[in-house]
């Protein structure tokens, strides 16, 4: 048997052998030269030794099914090697964990949005969204701007307060009540005035008197139907002087109002035929990181790109993945005739009146004038629009009261 201390860095392992005969397994390693260090016999049956880390499976097959062996400790640089390697993927995985939750923390997860009565919250979150704040998207220190999109958005909205609370933002809006503003309102005279001026088609008074008929042309700030009643008393106590009743004026007063818009449109139509080749590729978005696989393969001078979408979660990070093809087309330009930008022009039309024009409103006639320029054509539109000029305006009140021969007035603005 061979005796010889291992070095601080050598690899080694100490284990237990339980079995009869051990200094049988001596004999086996002076034979198959496995160096022994520290060989301990506690009883017949059991003793603990230490060999080299590479000498064990030698061992173990020199003792065969005989012995049971049980390592007790290993010492040397291949498990400190471990070690380190395995405290290293720990804390590299700590620090990727930690790195994603701070990345993850930059994204807006969920918005709330509460306080709202006669809006809804749909409306409410477009304007967000419209404003950039949606979930998916990256948080901001500031959200004034978002604060003054809601205000110009919603005539409605009185306050506004956004804040973050981790990755959850709140918005909390406060609004006029209308069941409060309307009641108050019919109690208040009014007279139905113009807002604008314009032709007068049709006047419909609900409550209150008409001041103006078909056919007339008013002016902006003219009364069109007045809140205000003069009246003979029947009062014999009072006499039969006349006196002023005020009212809340309503109705409707169309009126045909002049209106221009003018349109541009290229001269030309691109068309686009595609020659039958192709690229195909993958899109991935994660959080602020985008990969186009198919974007530098493309050496198209002119291509059209479609997207397929494969995964789009907004939590609990924004990811994106679709699948692109990029095709090749050949541009050409085709000169529009006068039949194709009628049709141009009707559908940017009905588009106006969709967005521009309210509910109600409608265009009784409408002329064209065409001008050409080296790429464009423009066209000038005149409109004639049929819509409700009237609004609300508040009336200065005189309260009199007549108490035998004496008179006083007060003057009110309500």
């Not at 496995?34 to 064990?56: A, C, M």
């Not at 006669?118 to 959200?143: F, H, N």
């Amino acid at each position: 048997m061979r005796s010889r201390k291992f070095g601080f860095l050598r690899h080694y392992r100490k284990i237990k052998i339980e079995g009869i005969n051990l200094s049988h397994i001596v004999n086996k390693c002076i034979k198959n030269g496995i160096i022994l260090k520290d060989l301990r016999w506690k009883n017949p049956l059991e003793s603990t030794v230490e060999i080299q880390g590479d000498d064990f499976d030698r061992l173990k097959k020199a003792a065969g099914h005989s012995y049971k062996m049980t390592v007790l400790k290993e010492g040397g640089a291949l498990p400190l090697f471990r070690s380190m390697k395995a405290s290293l993927l720990t804390i590299a995985g700590a620090f990727l964990l930690g790195a994603l939750l701070f990345y993850q923390s930059l994204f807006v997860a969920e918005i709330r949005v509460d306080g709202y009565k006669s809006l809804s919250e749909a409306s409410i979150r477009q304007t967000l969204a419209e404003a950039g704040l949606v979930e998916g998207a990256k948080k901001e220190d500031d959200y004034s701007h978002v604060k003054a999109a809601l205000y110009e958005k919603h005539d409605e909205i009185t306050w506004v307060s956004i804040y973050a609370d981790g990755r959850l933002i709140k918005v909390h809006i406060a609004e006029a009540g209308r069941q409060e503003t309307a009641a108050g309102g019919r109690e208040k005279p009014v007279n139905i005035v113009a807002a604008r001026s314009g032709m007068i088609e049709k006047i419909l008074p609900l409550e209150g008197n008409a001041r103006v008929q078909k056919g007339d042309y008013v002016n902006k700030g003219d009364v069109l139907i007045s809140g205000k009643y003069k009246y003979q008393s029947t009062d014999y106590s009072r006499g039969d002087d006349f006196y002023i009743m005020y009212s809340h004026a309503r109705g409707q007063a169309l009126a045909k109002v002049p209106r221009q818009v003018t349109f541009y449109m290229e001269k030309n139509e691109r068309k686009k035929t595609p020659t039958g080749r192709s690229v195909w590729g993958i899109f991935i978005r994660f959080g602020d990181v985008e990969i186009d696989t198919a974007g530098g393969l493309c050496k198209y001078e002119a291509a059209v790109r479609h997207e397929t979408a494969l995964l789009k979660t907004m939590r609990p990070l924004p990811i994106t993945v679709s699948i692109l093809k990029i095709e090749e087309v050949e541009l050409e330009d085709l000169r529009r005739d006068a039949q194709q930008a009628e049709k141009i022009l009707a559908a940017a039309l009905r588009q106006y009146q969709k967005e521009a024009m309210k509910p109600g409103e409608e265009i009784i006639s409408q002329s064209i004038e065409y001008e050409e320029s080296e790429n464009l054509i423009k066209a000038d539109v005149f409109l004639e629009i049929l819509e409700d000029i009237g609004e609300e305006k508040k009336i200065k009140v005189k309260k009199q009261h007549k108490n035998k021969d004496e008179t006083t007035e007060e003057n009110t603005t309500s």
